[in-house]
């Protein structure tokens, strides 16, 4: 079975702290490996797509890598605004030909001024 | 605005009654995915139609159905709604080809 851990469930930094938030894997076929934020009442708003071992991207504060077990999402100097759910989804191939996203439970984030 | 539309934003039922959850997706994307969230559970896959024919179906209870129409806007349909349906309903919508998925705003139910 398909299965995503993120860590730790709840993260609280000062603001300009810097810090990795986790998110390791176990699928039978990886396709792609999703980064995504969630504010409270609110649909999740993509950050990254990863697709190999090896490959980084950025995108202001945060900088997200991947590894054949595993995904981090690193966060440099993190401000208030920053505090949100981060939540890490591995796509994977369904029965029909098709494919979704499974993801994890969520890493919360608060970063205090 | 991401683009995916979903109504109502809020739901407040019985036990037992049936609601209609809407999704238009984003213009161009020809899937549509369905997710429910509770807190206890984080998001768990539905269901998923492409260009109107049903491709995947995950953890959805025989309660719930859904479809998606000629214009691919796509219904959620709950029914015998019971107090643990409660929940925030989110859509998604991506194109084939192009590994992105865009979520809408949600469906926060709650079953009283």
């Known amino acids: 079975e398909d299965q995503v851990t993120q860590s730790p469930e709840a993260l609280r930094l000062q603001e300009g702290e810097s810090s990795s938030l986790n998110c390791s894997y176990t699928?039978?076929?990886?396709?792609?490996l999703f980064w995504y934020r969630q504010d409270p009442g609110k649909g999740p708003e993509f950050l990254f797509t990863?697709?190999?071992a090896g490959e980084e991207k950025e995108k202001e504060r945060l900088k997200a890598t991947l590894t054949k077990k595993e995904s981090f999402l690193h966060i440099t100097a993190p401000k208030p605004e920053d505090s949100a759910t981060y939540l890490c989804?591995?796509?994977?191939?369904?029965?029909?030909?098709?494919?979704?996203?499974?993801f994890g439970k969520g890493t919360k984030l608060t970063v205090n001024p | 605005d991401s683009g995916v539309t979903q109504t109502p934003k809020h739901l407040i039922t019985a036990t037992g009654q049936r609601v209609t959850l809407r999704c238009s997706p984003r213009?161009?994307?020809?899937?549509v995915y369905w997710y429910q969230q509770s807190l206890d559970q984080g998001l768990q896959f539905l269901i998923q139609?492409?260009?109107?024919?049903?491709?995947a179906k995950g953890n959805i209870l025989e309660r719930f159905s859904a479809q998606q129409f000629p214009d691919l806007h796509s219904e959620l349909n709950l029914s015998s709604l019971e107090l643990g349906d409660s929940a925030l309903y989110f859509c998604?919508?991506?194109?084939?080809?192009?590994?992105?998925?865009?979520f809408g705003s949600g469906t926060r139910l709650t079953v009283v």
């Open positions: 998604a919508s991506s194109t084939r080809h192009v590994y992105g998925y865009t």
């Open positions: 699928v039978s076929g990886l396709r792609g």
């Open positions: 990863l697709y190999s």
């Open positions: 989804a591995v796509q994977v191939d369904t029965q029909g030909g098709s494919e979704k996203l499974v």
């Open positions: 213009s161009g994307d020809l899937s």
């Open positions: 139609y492409y260009n109107g024919e049903e491709r």
